[in-house]
Nanobody
Framework: QVQLVESGGGLVQPGGSLRLSCAAS????????MGWYRQAPGKQRELVAA???????NYADFVKGRFTISRDNAENTVYLQMNSLKPEDTAVYYC???????WGQGTQVTVSL
C-alpha cells in the first residue's frame, strides 16, 4: 500500500499563491497516475488536477490557468502550484493514486483576508 503525505497548505490572501506537495512511498511511483482532490465543508470531494506517469495533465475547469500539477519521480513527489487563489478555493486538499484507495491525510488551504 502506497503511503501519501501532503504538506504546504495554509492561510493566504485572495490573489496569493501556495504550493502543495505530496510525498509518496514506494519504488514504482513513476508509473502511478496521481491526482489532487479537494473537499470544502458541506461539499463532495472533487478532482482538481491529475497527472499520468508520462506527465500528461488534466485540470478541472475551475482551476485552469491558475493551478499547475507536476511531479518529480526522483523525489517520489507530486506538486500542485496554486496561483491567483480565490476564497472559493478554500478546502482540504488531498492527493490520491488515481483509481485506488490510497489517499493522504489532507492539507487545509484557506483563502481569506
Amino acid at each position: 500500500q502506497v503511503q501519501l503525505v501532503e504538506s504546504g497548505g495554509g492561510l493566504v490572501q485572495p490573489g496569493g499563491s501556495l504550493r502543495l506537495s505530496c510525498a509518496a512511498s514506494g519504488s514504482i511511483f513513476s508509473i502511478y497516475a496521481m491526482g489532487w482532490y479537494r473537499q470544502a465543508p458541506g461539499k463532495q470531494r472533487e478532482l482538481v488536477a491529475a497527472i499520468t506517469g508520462g506527465n500528461s495533465t488534466n485540470y478541472a475547469d475551475f482551476v485552469k490557468g491558475r493551478f499547475t500539477i507536476s511531479r518529480d519521480n526522483a523525489e517520489n513527489t507530486v506538486y500542485l502550484q496554486m496561483n491567483s487563489l480565490k476564497p472559493e478555493d478554500t478546502a482540504v486538499y488531498y492527493c490520491n493514486v488515481l483509481g485506488t484507495g490510497a489517499w493522504g491525510q489532507g492539507t487545509q488551504v484557506t483563502v481569506s483576508l
